[in-house]
Nanobody
Framework: QVLLVESGGGLVQPGGSLRLSCAAS????????MGWYRQAPGKQRELVAA???????NYADSVKGRFTISRDNAKNAVYLQMNSLKPDDTAVYYC???????WGQGTQVTVSS
Protein backbone atom coordinates (compact mmCIF):
# COMPACT_ATOMS: atom_id res chain seq x y z
CA GLN A 1 0.00 0.00 0.00
CA VAL A 2 1.26 3.45 -0.88
CA LEU A 3 1.90 5.75 2.07
CA LEU A 4 1.48 9.52 1.87
CA VAL A 5 3.63 11.83 3.99
CA GLU A 6 2.99 15.56 4.20
CA SER A 7 5.55 18.22 5.05
CA GLY A 8 5.99 21.97 4.86
CA GLY A 9 3.56 23.12 7.49
CA GLY A 10 4.43 25.62 10.17
CA LEU A 11 3.71 29.02 11.66
CA VAL A 12 3.34 31.93 9.26
CA GLN A 13 2.11 35.49 9.57
CA PRO A 14 -1.05 36.64 7.82
CA GLY A 15 -0.28 37.46 4.21
CA GLY A 16 2.57 34.99 4.11
CA SER A 17 3.10 31.88 2.03
CA LEU A 18 3.78 28.21 2.56
CA ARG A 19 4.30 25.29 0.22
CA LEU A 20 3.04 21.93 1.39
CA SER A 21 4.49 18.77 -0.07
CA CYS A 22 3.07 15.26 -0.13
CA ALA A 23 5.53 12.47 -0.82
CA ALA A 24 4.20 9.08 -1.82
CA SER A 25 6.08 5.88 -1.04
CA UNK A 26 5.11 4.49 -4.43
CA UNK A 27 3.95 5.55 -7.83
CA UNK A 28 1.02 7.94 -8.06
CA UNK A 29 0.92 7.71 -11.83
CA UNK A 30 -2.24 5.60 -11.74
CA UNK A 31 -3.93 7.76 -9.12
CA UNK A 32 -6.48 9.82 -10.96
CA UNK A 33 -7.39 12.37 -8.32
CA MET A 34 -5.02 13.72 -5.71
CA GLY A 35 -6.21 16.26 -3.21
CA TRP A 36 -5.63 18.32 -0.12
CA TYR A 37 -8.14 18.52 2.72
CA ARG A 38 -7.93 20.46 5.94
CA GLN A 39 -9.51 20.26 9.36
CA ALA A 40 -9.64 23.13 11.80
CA PRO A 41 -10.36 22.58 15.52
CA GLY A 42 -14.04 21.90 16.07
CA LYS A 43 -14.79 21.80 12.36
CA GLN A 44 -15.34 19.07 9.80
CA ARG A 45 -12.64 18.09 7.37
CA GLU A 46 -13.10 20.01 4.13
CA LEU A 47 -11.76 19.82 0.62
CA VAL A 48 -9.18 22.48 -0.15
CA ALA A 49 -8.06 21.48 -3.63
CA ALA A 50 -8.09 18.50 -5.96
CA UNK A 51 -6.26 17.72 -9.17
CA UNK A 52 -6.92 14.95 -11.66
CA UNK A 53 -4.34 13.24 -13.82
CA UNK A 54 -5.90 15.06 -16.75
CA UNK A 55 -5.20 18.42 -15.19
CA UNK A 56 -8.67 19.36 -13.96
CA UNK A 57 -8.71 21.23 -10.70
CA ASN A 58 -11.27 21.95 -8.03
CA TYR A 59 -10.75 24.50 -5.27
CA ALA A 60 -12.75 25.51 -2.25
CA ASP A 61 -14.22 28.97 -2.79
CA SER A 62 -12.32 30.24 0.23
CA VAL A 63 -8.92 29.50 -1.35
CA LYS A 64 -9.54 30.27 -5.02
CA GLY A 65 -6.92 32.65 -6.35
CA ARG A 66 -4.64 32.06 -3.36
CA PHE A 67 -3.82 28.33 -3.40
CA THR A 68 -2.48 26.23 -6.24
CA ILE A 69 -2.33 22.44 -6.35
CA SER A 70 0.17 20.63 -8.53
CA ARG A 71 1.60 17.15 -8.94
CA ASP A 72 4.83 15.64 -10.21
CA ASN A 73 4.25 12.02 -11.14
CA ALA A 74 7.96 11.50 -11.79
CA LYS A 75 8.70 12.43 -8.19
CA ASN A 76 5.54 10.81 -6.80
CA ALA A 77 4.66 14.09 -5.17
CA VAL A 78 1.78 16.51 -4.82
CA TYR A 79 2.13 20.11 -3.76
CA LEU A 80 -0.05 22.89 -2.39
CA GLN A 81 1.26 26.42 -2.82
CA MET A 82 -0.54 28.68 -0.38
CA ASN A 83 -0.26 32.45 -0.74
CA SER A 84 -1.91 35.37 1.03
CA LEU A 85 -2.58 33.17 4.02
CA LYS A 86 -5.27 34.17 6.49
CA PRO A 87 -5.90 33.15 10.11
CA ASP A 88 -8.92 31.17 8.87
CA ASP A 89 -6.52 28.94 6.93
CA THR A 90 -5.21 27.57 10.23
CA ALA A 91 -5.80 23.82 10.22
CA VAL A 92 -4.22 20.42 9.84
CA TYR A 93 -3.74 19.79 6.14
CA TYR A 94 -4.03 16.26 4.76
CA CYS A 95 -2.92 14.85 1.44
CA UNK A 96 -5.17 12.23 -0.10
CA UNK A 97 -5.41 9.90 -3.05
CA UNK A 98 -9.16 10.13 -3.37
CA UNK A 99 -9.70 7.18 -5.66
CA UNK A 100 -8.07 4.85 -3.16
CA UNK A 101 -9.08 6.59 0.07
CA UNK A 102 -5.44 6.95 1.08
CA TRP A 103 -4.56 9.68 3.58
CA GLY A 104 -1.43 11.12 5.07
CA GLN A 105 -0.95 11.89 8.73
CA GLY A 106 -1.39 15.62 8.25
CA THR A 107 0.73 18.71 8.71
CA GLN A 108 -0.19 21.66 10.89
CA VAL A 109 -0.51 25.12 9.35
CA THR A 110 -0.93 28.03 11.73
CA VAL A 111 -1.49 31.55 10.47
CA SER A 112 -1.03 34.06 13.23
CA SER A 113 0.72 37.29 14.03
Amino acid sequence: QVLLVESGGGLVQPGGSLRLSCAASGSIFSFNTMGWYRQAPGKQRELVAALTSGGSTNYADSVKGRFTISRDNAKNAVYLQMNSLKPDDTAVYYCTALDYDLWGQGTQVTVSS
